[in-house]
């Protein structure tokens, strides 16, 4: 006796495994971003007063100098705590570390939140980030001391 659907549930999950091999290497950012930082950034990277600092508007101009390139990849790897302003606003929560994420999920994030909330001041040679400069971080994460002078260097 054969369970009916049954070739079809076969069928099914072959196509998910061949999706899934299809887009290795090629992580979502938009929906990392929705899965991971929404909440505290706002789907629309806007921020929360009291929560998380806005990501949209702020961090294109950082990418023209090399502490923002560091900057960015730096404070997902290592997350930070402690007092930030931001737009005239002080925060002082936990960004968490998100060094459980690939290294083709971090790059994806990342260049989501620049492309969709940063766009318009981005460096006209701006390149996006790879999972080779996530990798690379994994056996340096950087100090808070070290984010901290690159975000004051690139402001
Ligand atoms: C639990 C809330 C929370 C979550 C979830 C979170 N963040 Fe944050 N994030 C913060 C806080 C709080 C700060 C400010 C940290 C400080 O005060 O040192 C911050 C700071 C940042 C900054 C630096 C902003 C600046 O102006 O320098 C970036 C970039 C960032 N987060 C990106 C992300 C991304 C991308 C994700 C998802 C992978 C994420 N965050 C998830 C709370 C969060």
């Known amino acids: ?4 659907g049954q070739g079809a549930a076969h069928r099914f999950a072959l196509a998910l495994l061949v999706a899934a091999a299809a887009s290795a290497g090629a992580a979502d950012g938009k929906a990392v971003y ?8 706002q789907p629309d990277g ?4 009291g929560l998380a600092p806005p990501l949209a508007g702020t961090l294109g101009k950082r990418m023209s100098a090399g502490a923002g390139r560091q ?5 997902l790897m290592s997350g930070l705590a ?6 005239g606003v002080v925060y002082t929560g936990v960004m ?11 790059a994806a994030v990342a260049n989501h939140v620049l492309a969709a909330f940063n766009g318009a001041s981005l460096p006209a040679d701006h390149q996006p980030f790879t999972a080779a400069t996530f990798s690379a971080l994994r056996d340096s994460k950087p100090t808070a001391k070290a984010l ?6 690139s402001d």
């Open 1 to 4: 006796m054969s369970a009916p």
């Open 34 to 41: 929705d899965a991971h930082c929404a909440a505290c950034h």
């Open 46 to 49: 806007a921020g929360a007063l």
């Open 71 to 75: 900057y960015l990849p730096g404070i």
């Open 82 to 87: 402690g007092r930030m302003e931001s737009k």
């Open 96 to 106: 968490p570390s998100w060094q459980q994420l690939s290294d083709d999920e971090l």
């Open 148 to 153: 901290r002078a690159w975000r004051a260097e």
